[in-house]
């Protein structure tokens, strides 16, 4: 089994480097300024929101499960764009594939947030405070990309620095 699984990633690169790129308790965020809008794309592995890489097995790993649905549908607990740009949030997608009845290839398994804000003053837009750290415990940097109108940067959050500006 162990030889088939090497053969099979030796044979997909590009699939085994995404699903290999996570280490647990780092995530990923990028954030995307375009025009007026405001995108934040989280990705963070699923055991740092429930402590476990597959689909919850009995009722209290289910309401663990609820529980991080909850705040990820309530991106006002996890992020705090800059308040005077004026973002109001236009669309939210969450994506956890093992909670939804997938199964993970390797062992591991992320879950995918993503956040569309309409910004009234785009201009005023220089900073996200991430509080999503306070809300996932386990999760203990955010590694950022951005890419804006000013250019792209890269940058890291965690406890201590909750905030990105650029
Ligand atoms: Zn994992």
């Given amino acids: 089994m162990k030889k088939l699984s090497v053969l099979l990633l030796s044979l997909l690169p590009t699939l085994a480097l995404a699903q290999h790129a996570h280490s647990h308790g780092v995530g990923r965020l990028d954030i995307v300024v375009e025009k007026n809008q405001l995108i934040l794309a989280l990705e963070i592995p699923q055991h740092d929101l429930v402590g476990f890489e597959r689909a919850p097995k009995n009722a209290r790993e289910q309401?663990?499960?609820?529980?991080?649905?909850?705040?990820?549908?309530?991106?006002?607990?996890?992020?705090?764009?800059?308040?005077?740009a004026q973002c109001a949030l236009l669309e939210q997608k969450i994506d956890a594939p093992l909670l939804s009845g997938g199964q993970a290839a390797d062992g591991h398994g992320d879950v995918e947030a993503r956040?569309?804000?309409?910004?009234?003053?785009?201009?005023?837009?220089?900073?996200?405070?991430?509080?999503?750290?306070?809300?996932?415990?386990r999760v203990r940097s955010l590694t950022l990309s951005f890419a804006g109108p000013k250019g792209q940067k890269a940058g890291k959050v965690d406890m201590r620095n909750p905030a990105f500006a650029w």
């Fill in 63 to 84: 309401l663990t499960v609820q529980a991080v649905l909850e705040k990820l549908k309530d991106p006002a607990r996890l992020f705090v764009p800059t308040a005077a």
């Fill in 115 to 137: 956040y569309v804000y309409a910004c009234a003053k785009p201009e005023a837009l220089n900073d996200v405070q991430v509080k999503a750290l306070n809300e996932f415990k």
